[in-house]
């Protein structure tokens, strides 16, 4: 009999298990050898379920990440929007109304300078109409 502390993925083990096998009665043999089968399949199938719950997991952690992101910007535009606010009010008088100047003054302050499209702009001057402007700019 073969009795050894080793691994059982070791050469040595398995070897110890077919000698164990072949002096036992052949249906003790074969229920030993069904339950090994089982067992294989059992743990193929837990090892399958395994990695699908992982996928699941850092599928899920990928939206909660993102979700965290869209939370931290809207959190930062709702306190950029706060502080417009309370800036707002502290420049308005008591009444609420913005004085016709401070009305001016805000409307300049929010004004956005764009460039002129292409098609609005000038085409550049030909030779005759430079000399022509050259002349009327020299008299």
């Known amino acids: 009999m073969c009795l050894q502390s080793s691994s059982p993925d070791s050469d040595t083990s398995a070897e110890c298990l077919l000698q164990l096998l072949q002096q036992c009665e ?7 050898r069904d339950t090994v089968e089982r067992h294989k399949r059992e743990v193929s199938e837990l090892e399958q379920e395994l990695q699908c719950r992982v996928s699941m997991v850092a599928t899920h952690r990928g939206k909660v990440e993102r979700l965290q992101a869209e939370l931290a910007l809207l959190h930062t535009q709702q306190l950029g929007l706060r502080h417009a606010l309370a800036a707002d ?3 308005r008088p008591e ?30 001057l030909s030779a005759d109409e430079r000399e022509d402007f050259c002349a009327k700019k020299m008299r």
């Open 89 to 91: 009010l502290t420049t």
């Open 95 to 124: 009444g609420g109304e913005l004085s016709p100047i401070e009305g001016v003054k805000r409307s300049k302050s929010e004004l956005v300078l764009r460039r002129a499209p292409r098609e609005e702009t000038l085409d550049p």
């Open 26 to 32: 052949p249906a003790t043999a074969h229920a030993i």
